[in-house]
Nanobody, 120 residues
Framework: QVQVVESGGGLVQPGGSLRLSCAAS????????MGWYRQAPGKERESVAN??????TKYADSVKGRFILSRDNAKTVYLHMSSLKPEDTAVYYC???????????????WGQGTLVTVSS
């Protein structure tokens, strides 16, 4: 079984910064990629940023130049958010595409989400 846990959300003023953390744990054989998604009230969940097993990163156009996704090791990633805007307010979810020990296929594992509110 594989689990993903996020932390680091909170209230921040426009223009401020925040760092989200995500750690995958459990019976993990391999992780193909990890990433962050977000869902604002009344909107669909959207991809924010992801990093592959070889370290390649991709960002949504809306966060390029403001957010940086980094990796501490194969199972821990961080989302460094700066120049935050009110429209960044959302629940942020971490996702890992992981192969559990004994499993045949990679599965998408989601965290419980962490709320980021950008407001003055």
């Amino acid at each position: 079984q594989v689990q993903v846990v996020e932390s680091g959300g909170g209230l921040v003023q426009p223009g401020g910064s925040l760092r989200l953390s995500c750690a995958a744990s459990g019976s993990i054989l391999s992780i193909n990629s990890m990433g962050w998604y977000r869902q604002a009230p009344g909107k669909e969940r959207e991809s924010v940023a992801n990093i592959s097993s070889v370290g390649s990163t991709k960002y949504a156009d809306s966060v390029k130049g403001r957010f940086i996704l980094s990796r501490d090791n194969a199972k821990t990633v961080y989302l460094h958010m700066s120049s935050l805007k009110p429209e960044d307010t959302a629940v942020y979810y971490c996702n890992a595409i992981a192969l559990a020990i004994g499993a045949r296929n990679y599965l998408a594992v989601w965290g419980q989400g962490t709320l980021v509110t950008v407001s003055s």
